[in-house]
């Protein structure tokens, strides 16, 4: 129940900041909306709602996004040189990547962060040993501890200070 409040309360501040408006019939819609979010979603939201009461991990949220896009850019950059490149330097593998992450949430959210990473997608995440699998278009390093340190160690420690 108290991961269904916490998510109501923070899918409405979502709506508020997107809609940008305080009239009756956004707060209506809003509201519906971010019933019928934590209504459907509130279990697979977080089992400890309580750690999104603590303000930090909200602070080192926006500090994630910055870093994420920077990733991203240099990613397309990259993936850009390599398509247009004449031999087309590829190396493409599947790399196990170790991760200091615990939480459900926190796991989801760096795979995703991979995915959304061009030239990488997350394959699969095993939760119990502490891995994700990805799938890179160039694989610079086939050691897990330097692909971990090339991959994801920025947005890991980052994450791990919002979700473990």
Not at 34 to 46: E, H, I, P, R
Not at 113 to 138: F, R
């Amino acid at each position: 129940m108290k991961s269904r409040i916490v998510l109501f309360i923070i899918a409405m501040l979502v709506w508020l900041i997107l809609s940008w408006s305080l009239d009756w019939q956004h707060l209506l819609v809003g509201s519906l909306a971010s019933l019928l979010v934590a209504f459907l979603t509130g279990d697979l939201f977080t089992a400890n709602p309580y750690k999104f009461a603590h303000p930090h991990r909200y602070l080192w949220l926006m500090l994630y996004i910055p870093v994420l896009m920077w990733e991203m850019v240099k990613a397309n950059i990259d993936l850009a040189y390599r398509i247009l490149h004449p031999r087309l330097p590829i190396r493409p593998g599947i790399i196990k990547v170790k991760t200091k992450l615990k939480s459900e949430s926190g796991l989801t959210f760096l795979a995703n962060s991979i995915t959304l990473k061009p030239g990488m997608t997350s394959v699969d995440v095993d939760q119990e040993n502490g891995y994700i699998y990805v799938h890179c278009v160039n694989i610079k390093d086939t050691d897990p501890a330097r692909a971990t340190e090339i991959i994801i160690k920025r947005l890991e420690n980052i994450l791990e200070r919002v979700f473990d």
